[in-house]
Structure formats: C-alpha cells, structure tokens
C-alpha cells in the first residue's frame, strides 16, 4: 500500500494538477483574505483573528479537492490501469486508503503554508502575539478533519463513473450539500423536529463547533464516521465493478 501511495502522491506532484491545486488554493486565500475589498479581509476585519480564513477556506477547498479526487478511480477504470492493481498483491481495501491518504496528503500540504497567515497576524497584533493562539489551532484541526472529509466525497465520486468531469460535478455537488445544504435546509424550520437533525449532520455544524475553540469527541467522531461511510461506500462500488 506504501508503494501505491507514494506512486499517488509522486503522480501528483509530477503533473501540473497537483501544482495547479496548490497554487489555485494559496492565491484564492490570499485575494480573500488580503487583497479583495470584503467582508473576509484579514486587514478590514480590524482584529487579529483568522475567523475569515477558516471561513473562506471550505469554499475554496469544496472546488479543488473534488478536482484532485476526480481521476483517482474514475480515470483507472477508463484506461484499464485498474485491472493491474488488481493484479499485484494489494487488498481493494489497500487501495483505496491508498489513494484516500494520497488526497489527505495534497490538502494538507495545501494548508501548511497557510500558517504565514497567523504568523503575519500574530506580529501585526497590538500588541505583539495578541492573537487567540488556541482558537487558530483547533479551527485548523477542524479544517483539517473537514477537508479529509471532502476527499473521503470525491473518492466516492470518482468510484460512481469513469468520466472525471461527471466524477468532478458530482463531488462539488455533495460537497456544498453536506457543507451547506444540509444547514441550510434546518435553517429553513419547515421540518418541525427534525430541523436540528439536518444541522447536525452537516459538516458545517461540527466545523463550526470545531471553530468555536473546543474540540469536542461527539464532532471529531462525527467527522471520522462520515470518512468511513464514504469510504466503505467507495469500496463496495469497488468490488462491485471489479466483478
């Protein structure tokens, strides 16, 4: 599984995609949340705090992770490169979390310099370090947990198809619906007693929760059976085609 991983991640960053996700994601954050002239601009907010980064970000990563996770089965099963993983010694099971963690890995390496951001915020704070350090720590765990999340989705996706563009459409649509959709419609009070079932099983519930500053089990469990339900979801698609 180790080898197909590296295999994934070297793929990545060999071509221009994996590049083009990190450069897209980076600049995106950067206009947002210092150039652009809005509401989520680090500077206009007036205070030494990220909550419009952790924002913004989802977002951003709603459309580029499901772009990274789009060939990853899709395009296997198109040119038949799939028959010979098949072949070699590895469990489906293998890879998939191969090829999960790859993602996992991508979005993460897509968040780490992001980190500039608090330290620019923390020595423009008046005075110096007067930033809410532990609050930026656990959104960022949030943000971690959401965007493995995300790629859990776009795996999903790309098992459904071999056209990437389908798998591509498809991941961006339940993303923004188990982000937002969700929240959105128990915002709505239509539902009766069931309005606050439909919050709490967005991601944005527990994301922002997450945000809050309190790191609470029931939303990093929540987090982590949403990943395997996708998953298991992913790998039964797999045994299924591989009949």
């Not at 949340?33 to 419009?52: E, F, K, R």
């Not at 944005?204 to 982590?224: E, L, M, T």
Request: charged share 10%; hydrophobic share 50%.
């Amino acid at each position: 599984m180790y080898a197909l991983y590296l295999k994934e991640i070297r793929g990545f960053l060999n071509s221009v995609v994996g590049y083009v996700f990190l450069l897209v994601f980076l600049t995106a954050c950067w206009l947002f949340n210092w150039m652009l002239d809005s509401s989520m601009n680090l500077i206009s907010y007036g205070q030494a705090d990220l909550t419009p980064f952790f924002s913004a970000a989802p977002y951003v990563l709603l459309i580029l992770i499901p772009a990274i996770t789009m060939k990853s089965l899709a395009d296997e099963r198109r040119t038949g490169t799939i028959e010979l993983l098949y072949t070699r010694p590895l469990s489906d099971l293998s890879i998939l979390m191969a090829k999960y963690l790859a993602g996992v890995s991508l979005m993460l390496l897509a968040i780490l310099p992001t980190l500039v951001f608090y330290g620019t915020l923390y020595y423009l704070g008046n005075p110096v370090g007067n930033i809410d350090s532990g609050a930026v720590f656990t959104s960022y765990i949030g943000l971690l947990l959401l965007g493995a999340a995300f790629v859990a989705i776009g795996i999903f996706s790309s098992s459904i198809t071999t056209s990437q563009i389908v798998s591509f459409i498809i991941a961006i649509a339940l993303c923004y619906f188990f982000y937002d959709g969700l929240s959105l419609l128990g915002n709505y009070t239509q539902f009766g007693n069931l309005d606050f079932y439909l919050q709490y099983i967005s991601l944005n519930f527990h994301y922002d929760a997450i945000k809050k500053g309190v790191v609470d089990a029931r939303d990093i469990v929540f987090n982590f059976s949403f990943i395997v339900l996708f998953l298991s979801a992913s790998l039964y698609l797999v045994k299924t085609f591989k009949k």
